[in-house]
Nanobody, 121 residues
Framework: QVQVVESGGGLVQAGDSLRLSCVGSRRTAITNAMAWFRQAPGKEREFVAQ????????VTTDSVQGRFTISGDSAKNTVYLEMTSLRPEDTGVYYC??????????????WGQGTQVTVSS
């Protein structure tokens, strides 16, 4: 079983920055990618960013491009989500997941408990 643990959420003001971290307990053949999703109250969980271990490829969704950066540290099996210029609409629970990759939640088998990010205006 792969365990995924997020950390780094909090309450910030619009325009501030936060860094989220996600540690995976181990890497397997079906956990080549780690991704961040977020879920705002009353909304569907949505893809934010993905990091692929074997290629180092980083992908972010359009709404956060230029503001969020995902990166990975292979030695620590950890991915980071650097969030800058935060907006109130970035508020939500941020989940880290490990799986095949892509933007669909069903591609990820292992999920963390989530970390709350609240951006006040």
């Amino acid at each position: 079983q792969v365990q995924v643990v997020e950390s780094g959420g909090g309450l910030v003001q619009a325009g501030d920055s936060l860094r989220l971290s996600c540690v995976g307990s181990r890497r397997t053949a079906i956990t080549n990618a780690m991704a961040w999703f977020r879920q705002a109250p009353g909304k569907e969980r949505e893809f934010v960013a993905q990091y692929t271990w074997n290629s180092g490829a980083a992908v972010t969704t359009d709404s956060v491009q230029g503001r969020f950066t995902i990166s990975g540290d292979s030695a620590k099996n950890t991915v980071y989500l650097e969030m800058t210029s935060l907006r109130p609409e970035d508020t939500g629970v941020y989940y880290c997941a490990a799986g095949y990759g892509g933007t669909l939640t069903e591609n990820y088998r292992h999920w963390g408990q989530g970390t709350q990010v609240t951006v006040s205006s």
